[in-house]
């Protein structure tokens, strides 16, 4: 099954003339028609113009024939774009493609297919997209983590080699933790934001899920770099991200936060990773404690400053220029309301309405600025932490995969789901989520995921850990 491979060994194959992109191509719709009734990872794809791309693949590129699911808020040509949303989801196409897809395909990647996920990017179980859920391939009872959902569960579910979600406060990381995948989140402006539809401008960035750290690695080789359409992207070079994989780690120092230590970490999570963090060092790193003291603001700072640039982002979606537009309204101001109204689904009008009123008059100072100091002192507790160490280890999710519908009347702890991702957002760092074994829940085998979180730019030796640690295990 061609879709189970990894990019690595689909290249050497087609490269070998064993395989071609037409088989690579016809095997992943012959598993998505199979899978996706029972996941809804998907929500369309488009065979033919896969195959088209497929026949005029260049073998000689890098990801020459590879195809790569793509997130439903990452623009392509012709395609798609719903987020997840019912007011893009009646008419709108992409007029263009995004930053990210257009250096895919000078590397000679095929985008196919276009992936579920919470509306707008808001939610950390797939369960917010107003166009069907998406479960879990390990447990289909339960939720395959957010808002990159249908991203991991096509790559864990082999109904894709690999696929680019966006991160926002964990949103690859975490699915990819929950599904059992390697999920990259490059430090914020290594990825061009041209063409991703936004949620939070200072905090999204898009990277890759794969099944194995070396596939994350060479896609990063083909995602980053400068691109002068989008305002916050680094005018700095992409090194070969594949270089250091396989370089060891012994003497590397590895930092475990003591304010990670919370009593909301399931059991088994904390074994497994305690018994990751072992691991490491059996190789050669050196364990340090460190603090990050300002742990502790890290979910409040990021639900105050995310949901209000998301008002500000989501205030174009209007039913003027494209999109849903109410058939009820009886005039100008009644057709922004009900268009909207109708359009948005539950959590992305709580957020905009938090939003709006944290940008509003006399709270601005009260709630915007504070969180905007509370990221200074965030960012700061993590610059500091580096001077002393190489990486910082954790559990990805504080949990396993919960079961559809169990925090759905519950935002708040659904929010917490993210308490080890959210600051490195807010830090704008890069992080890897792992596989690190497996949980027992109710008689079933869940997945856990590690995370490894370098300095800024330093995607080098996060891979080069993460690698390390998935050789050891195997």
Same mark, same amino acid.
């Given at each position: 099954?061609?879709?189970?491979?990894?990019?690595?060994?689909?290249?050497?194959?087609?490269?070998?003339?064993?395989?071609?992109?037409?088989?690579?191509?016809?095997?992943?719709?012959?598993?998505?028609?199979?899978?996706?009734?029972?996941?809804?990872?998907?929500?369309?794809?488009?065979?033919?113009?896969?195959?088209?791309?497929?026949?005029?693949?260049?073998?000689?590129?890098?990801?020459?024939?590879?195809?790569?699911?793509? @997130?439903?808020?990452?623009?392509?040509?012709?395609?798609?774009?719903?987020?997840?949303?019912?007011?893009?989801?009646?008419?709108?196409?992409? !007029?263009?493609?995004?930053?990210?897809?257009?250096?895919?395909?000078?590397?000679?990647?095929?985008?196919?297919?276009?992936?579920?996920?919470?509306?707008?990017?808001?939610?950390?179980?797939?369960?917010?997209?107003?166009?069907?859920?998406?479960?879990?391939?390990?447990?289909?009872?339960?939720?395959?983590?957010?808002?990159?959902?249908?991203?991991?569960?096509?790559?864990?579910?082999?109904?894709?080699?690999?696929?680019?979600?966006?991160?926002?406060?964990?949103?690859?990381?975490?699915?990819?933790?929950?599904?059992?995948?390697?999920?990259?989140?490059?430090?914020?402006?290594?990825?061009?934001?041209?063409?991703?539809?936004?949620?939070?401008?200072?905090?999204?960035?898009?990277?890759?899920?794969?099944?194995?750290?070396?596939?994350?690695?060479?896609?990063?080789?083909?995602?980053?770099?400068?691109?002068?359409?989008?305002?916050?992207?680094?005018?700095?070079?992409?090194?070969?991200?594949?270089?250091?994989?396989?370089?060891?780690?012994?003497?590397?120092?590895?930092?475990?936060?003591?304010?990670?230590?919370?009593?909301?970490?399931?059991?088994?999570?904390?074994?497994?990773?305690?018994?990751?963090?072992?691991?490491?060092?059996?190789?050669?790193?050196?364990?340090?404690?460190?603090?990050?003291?300002?742990?502790?603001?890290?979910?409040?700072?990021?639900?105050?400053?995310?949901?209000?640039?998301?008002?500000?982002?989501?205030?174009?979606?209007?039913?003027?220029?494209?999109?849903?537009?109410?058939?009820?309204?009886?005039?100008?101001?009644?057709?922004?309301?009900?268009?909207?109204?109708?359009?948005?689904?539950?959590?992305?009008?709580?957020?905009?309405?938090?939003?709006?009123?944290?940008?509003?008059?006399?709270?601005?100072?009260?709630?915007?600025?504070?969180?905007?100091?509370?990221?200074?002192?965030?960012?700061?507790?993590?610059?500091?932490?580096?001077?002393?160490?190489?990486?910082?280890?954790?559990?990805?999710?504080?949990? !396993?995969?919960?079961?559809?519908?169990?925090?759905?009347?519950?935002?708040?702890?659904?929010?917490?789901?993210?308490?080890?991702?959210?600051?490195?957002?807010?830090?704008?760092?890069?992080?890897?989520?792992?596989?690190?074994?497996?949980?027992?829940?109710?008689? @079933?085998?869940?997945?856990?995921?590690?995370?490894?979180?370098?300095?800024?730019?330093?995607?080098?030796?996060?891979?080069?850990?993460?690698?390390?640690?998935?050789?050891?295990?195997?």
């Amino acid at each position: 099954m061609l879709a189970s491979s990894s990019i690595t060994s689909l290249r050497q194959r087609l490269t070998a003339g064993e395989i071609t992109a037409r088989d690579i191509v016809l095997d992943l719709a012959k598993m998505a028609e199979f899978r996706n009734a029972e996941l809804g990872a998907y929500l369309s794809w488009d065979v033919e113009s896969a195959l088209a791309e497929a026949d005029k693949a260049d073998l000689s590129l890098p990801l020459g024939g590879i195809p790569i699911g793509i @997130k439903d808020n990452i623009n392509v040509a012709g395609q798609p774009c719903t987020c997840g949303s019912k007011i893009l989801s009646e008419n709108y196409r992409s !007029p263009y493609d995004a930053g990210a897809i257009q250096r895919l395909r000078a590397g000679g990647a095929i985008p196919f297919g276009r992936l579920n996920m919470d509306e707008f990017a808001m939610g950390s179980s797939t369960e917010n997209s107003a166009l069907g859920i998406t479960r879990n391939p390990r447990d289909l009872e339960r939720v395959p983590g957010g808002s990159s959902g249908g991203s991991a569960a096509a790559v864990a579910g082999d109904m894709a080699v690999a696929a680019l979600g966006s991160d926002t406060g964990g949103s690859i990381r975490q699915p990819a933790a929950l599904c059992g995948c390697v999920g990259f989140k490059p430090t914020y402006g290594r990825v061009s934001r041209y063409g991703l539809v936004a949620f939070a401008s200072s905090l999204d960035q898009i990277g890759p899920i794969t099944k194995t750290v070396g596939d994350a690695a060479l896609l990063l080789n083909h995602l980053c770099g400068h691109d002068s359409r989008d305002s916050t992207s680094l005018k700095v070079d992409a090194p070969d991200f594949t270089a250091s994989l396989g370089q060891g780690i012994e003497g590397l120092r590895i930092g475990l936060p003591k304010e990670y230590n919370i009593s909301g970490i399931h059991s088994g999570v904390a074994a497994r990773t305690k018994a990751a963090i072992a691991q490491l060092e059996s190789l050669g790193a050196i364990l340090e404690e460190i603090s990050l003291p300002h742990t502790d603001l890290g979910v409040a700072t990021y639900y105050v400053l995310a949901p209000a640039e998301a008002s500000a982002n989501l205030a174009r979606f209007d039913g003027v220029r494209y999109g849903h537009r109410s058939a009820a309204a009886a005039d100008l101001m009644e057709h922004y309301r009900l268009s909207r109204e109708e359009g948005f689904g539950p959590e992305v009008k709580r957020r905009i309405l938090l939003g709006t009123y944290v940008l509003s008059s006399g709270y601005y100072d009260a709630y915007y600025i504070r969180a905007q100091k509370a990221r200074t002192l965030i960012r700061n507790d993590f610059a500091e932490a580096f001077k002393k160490v190489d990486v910082i280890v954790s559990p990805t999710s504080p949990t !396993p995969a919960h079961k559809l519908g169990e925090l759905t009347d519950n935002p708040l702890a659904a929010y917490l789901e993210d308490v080890f991702t959210i600051p490195v957002n807010l830090a704008g760092l890069p992080g890897i989520s792992v596989p690190c074994g497996n949980v027992d829940v109710d008689g @079933k085998q869940l997945p856990v995921g590690l995370q490894i979180v370098g300095r800024a730019l330093d995607e080098s030796t996060v891979l080069r850990v993460a690698h390390a640690f998935e050789t050891a295990q195997g």
